[in-house]
Every structure is written in structure tokens, then in C-alpha cells.
């Protein structure tokens, strides 16, 4: 099998596609032949050597990866009783780089098979942020107003559409004009372009009292705004850092961004927000993978969306695993829209 490996943090010429014997499937594992696997932003983290997750439970050398499409090729010991053959996604923390994968059988899910490999390895990571934000924490209604910040990216489009399914009415921030349509084409009320317009008067025009909710994933720059445009009773979702990372910054480390980034984060006052009635929660998927039960909710839900045509998976921008390098640059440039992925049998 073929995997991509980083043997220790750095710059994107880390990632190395190796050859390694395949694995075989552990009780409870399903071993998966895998034709894509989704690329997100936290996989330039792990490059880096910034994410918590991947020091705790792989250290080096990683293969980073979140998500996986593909075919059942075998099944462990207790595994269930999912057929080799059998079209499937699977969450996986880390290893999804790879062409083979034994996948923990609790995380793997039946594909419809009107749901392509590329479609249906973007879909886990993304729909699960943006299911756990939206439902598990903010018990959305109808009518209620939502600030999405990088809304035209993966989680956010998947936010967009879920925050439309719950009858509230999302207004999607974005860096660029380019990104404006794809925002408005996931369901966006109004799509605020910040390149061109101060995104918090904007923001105030949209919502003259506060949001209701804001999903924030970009940090520093931009949580100390998105807590004081909170409506009363408003909630403060926070689950990345974004801008703690330079913007196609030749795919190193900058520590004095991220010195700066630190020091910019906001210290929120439990009195505060008591009395302003805001709150402000926070999460991250990757210290969760033994909460199967969440996962399974949630993806069942998502399937159900997605047979009823209510979500749709825009088409993803693939890269086959020796062009992971690429797929990395233009993820950390802060210019693509939608998901990538990489085509794992190419
Ligand atoms: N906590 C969790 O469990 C969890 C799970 C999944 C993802 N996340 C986080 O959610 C965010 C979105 O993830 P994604 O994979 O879907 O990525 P993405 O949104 O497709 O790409 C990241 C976006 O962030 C914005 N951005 C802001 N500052 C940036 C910078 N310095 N460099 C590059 N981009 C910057 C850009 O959009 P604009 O220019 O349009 O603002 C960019 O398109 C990330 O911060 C990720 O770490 C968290």
C-alpha cells in the first residue's frame, strides 16, 4: 500500500508517499480499500507539528488524514457484519493518506451508491463539525440569526446548508469576491466579502441587535469581535485558529504569527458573560472519537439530508496522493472553496 508519511515538522516537502506492507484488520477494525481521502486544514497543523491531537495519541512519523471513501476489502473480529465489497466512509484519526486503512468498525459507514468516493470522503469531517456546532451545541431555531466566518471553506459550507436546514437565516463571511457565489449557493442570506467591506459594519447592518449564533474557526482575528456581536442569549461556537497560520507563508511555521495570534486571543470574564448572557463554547472533533454515539447520530442525520436532497456535497477539488503537497499549498493559501480531496488509487 501506499501512504503519505511526515517524518517530522515542516515546510509541505515533508510529505512523503512510501510504500509499506498493507495492515491487516485488528478485532473491531473493517480494513478499507480506499479510492479518496478529504484534506483539511488541521492536516497543515499536523505537518507543522502544531496539533494536540496528533502529539498525543500518534507522535512521528504520522500520516495525517481525517476521512476516507472507499470499498470494504476485509473484516476483523467483531467487526459487524459489513460485506467486503460494500461501498463505505470512514472517520479515521489520522492515517487517511493511504490506500489501505484498517478503520475502527464504530466509524465506518455504508455509502449510498449515488455518493462518489471524492463526495463521500469530503463529507465526514465537515458535516460532523458543523452537526455537533449547530445541534449538539446551539440548539438552533427557526429565524435565528447566524455569523459564518470562512463560510465558503469546507466546514463552513457545510454550515451554510445545515444552519439552512434548521430554518435559521446564515450570513456567510468570506476573504475574497471569488468566493462570494459558492457562499450564496449553499444558502447564504447575504454573503459579507471582507476583502472589500469592513466586515463588522457589515455584519451590524445584518443584524442590528447581534447574531444569535457565530461559528468562529478563524481565532485571534477575529473572536474578540464575533463575542461583542453576540445577541443576548447568543452563542459564541470557537473550533480553530486559522489565522494563527500565515496565508500561504511558503507552508512553514511562523512563531511570531502565532506568538502574536496567542497573545491576541481574548480572555473571556465568567461575570461578563453572565450578565451580557453570552456564552461562548468551544470543541474539537479529534479528542472525541470514542464518543461513537455522537458520530453515529450524526451521520445517520447527514444521510438522511443527503437521500433527501437537502445537503448537497459541492464537487470537490481532487489531487492525486503524489500532488498531496499541492492539495496542502492551496488549502493553506486561503483561497479554495469547497473540499479537497485525494484520489488514493491514482
Ligand atoms: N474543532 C474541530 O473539531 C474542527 C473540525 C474541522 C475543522 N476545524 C477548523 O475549521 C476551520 C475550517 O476547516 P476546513 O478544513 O474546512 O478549511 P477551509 O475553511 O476550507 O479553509 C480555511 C479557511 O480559513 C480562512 N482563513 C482565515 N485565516 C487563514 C489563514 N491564515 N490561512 C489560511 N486560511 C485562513 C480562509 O477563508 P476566508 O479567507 O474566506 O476567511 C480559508 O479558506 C479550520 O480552522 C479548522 O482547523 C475544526
Sequence with gaps: MRKVVIHGPGGREKLLVEEHPDPSPGPGEVLIDVEAAGVNFADVAVRLGLYKSAKTYVGWPITPGF???????????????????????????????????????????RRPESMSAEDGAGLPVVGLTAYYALFELCR??????????????????????LARIAGCEPIA?????????HARRLGAAAVIDRS????????????????????????????????????????????????????G?????????????????????????????????????????????LFQEAMEQLLTWYAEGKLVLPSPATYSLRRVADAHRDIESGETTGKLVLRTDQ
Design 249 to 293: 507563508g511558503g507552508g512553514r511555521r511562523n512563531p511570531f504569527r502565532l506568538l502574536s495570534g496567542y497573545l491576541r486571543l481574548p480572555r473571556f470574564s465568567p461575570l461578563r458573560m453572565t450578565a451580557e448572557n453570552r456564552s461562548v463554547l468551544a470543541f474539537n472533533l479529534s479528542f472525541l472519537f470514542d464518543r461513537t454515539d
Design 67 to 109: 476521512e476516507v471513501a472507499g470499498r470494504v476489502r476485509a473484516v476483523g473480529d467483531r467487526a459487524g457484519d459489513i460485506e467486503p465489497g460494500t461501498p463505505v466512509l470512514a472517520a479515521t484519526r489520522f492515517g487517511g493518506y493511504a490506500s489501505v486503512i484498517a478503520a475502527s468498525h464504530a466509524l465506518v459507514l
Design 140 to 161: 438552533p431555531r427557526p429565524g435565528q440569526r447566524v455569523l459564518i466566518h470562512a463560510a465558503a471553506g469546507g466546514v463552513g459550507g457545510a454550515l451554510l446548508q
Design 173 to 181: 463571511v468570506v476573504g475574497n469576491a471569488n468566493k462570494v457565489a
Design 196 to 247: 472589500r467591506e469592513d466586515l463588522w459594519r457589515a455584519a451590524e447592518r445584518h443584524a442590528p441587535t447581534g447574531y444569535d449564533m457565530i461559528l468562529d474557526a478563524t481565532g485571534p482575528e477575529t473572536l474578540r469581535h464575533s463575542y461583542r456581536h453576540l445577541a443576548p442569549a447568543g452563542r459564541l461556537v470557537v473550533y480553530g485558529f486559522a489565522s494563527m497560520l500565515s496565508r
